[in-house]
């Protein structure tokens, strides 16, 4: 077994989120010298068109003396998007049908939008 694979099966403390396709999974670990690591793992599932599956996965290992900025920055970030963007999720832009339209023989002049959030369609829903 590899060197790594050791310093991983450690596992002192754990949390899950899943988040349709995507889980997270944040795990405290121990290295050799008993102190403490955090890992945050990203596990995506791709299904084929013949109905099989697999997963893709991503990991950050986050060292102690790293917390302190990434804590700080992921709050600055976050609240940069919450700040700019709102807390709404576009939905329908992660589903495989979403279509976005493209014109690419001209520019339009952009036209203002006369429809109200009141003209919803429920079937896009």
Same mark, same amino acid.
């Given at each position: 077994? =590899?060197?790594?694979?050791?310093?991983?099966?450690?596992?002192?403390?754990?949390?899950?989120?899943?988040?349709?396709r995507?889980?997270? #999974?944040?795990?405290?670990?121990?290295?050799?010298?008993? /102190?403490?690591?955090? &890992?945050?793992?990203?596990?995506?599932? #791709?299904?084929?068109?013949?109905?099989? #599956? $697999?997963?893709?996965? $991503?990991?950050i290992?986050?060292?102690?003396?790293?917390?302190?900025? #990434?804590?700080?920055?992921?709050?600055?970030?976050?609240?940069?998007?919450?700040?700019h963007?709102?807390?709404?999720?576009?939905?329908? =832009? $992660?589903? =495989?049908?979403?279509?976005?339209?493209?014109?690419?023989?001209?520019?339009?002049?952009? &036209?203002?939008?006369?429809?109200?959030?009141? /003209?919803?369609?429920?079937?896009?829903?």
């Open positions: 077994m =590899r060197e790594n694979d050791m310093l991983e099966k450690e596992e002192i403390f754990s949390k899950v989120l899943r988040a349709g995507r889980t997270y #999974f944040f795990d405290v670990r121990a290295t050799k010298a008993d /102190d403490y690591y955090i &890992t945050i793992t990203e596990s995506k599932k #791709f299904t084929e068109e013949d109905g099989s #599956f $697999h997963f893709k996965k $991503h990991k290992y986050l060292y102690k003396e790293d917390f302190t900025a #990434f804590s700080e920055i992921l709050e600055e970030m976050t609240a940069y998007v919450l700040n963007k709102g807390d709404e999720v576009i939905s329908e =832009r $992660h589903q =495989r049908d979403f279509k976005k339209e493209y014109n690419t023989d001209k520019v339009e002049e952009e &036209t203002p939008n006369t429809s109200s959030f009141t /003209d919803v369609d429920f079937d896009d829903i």
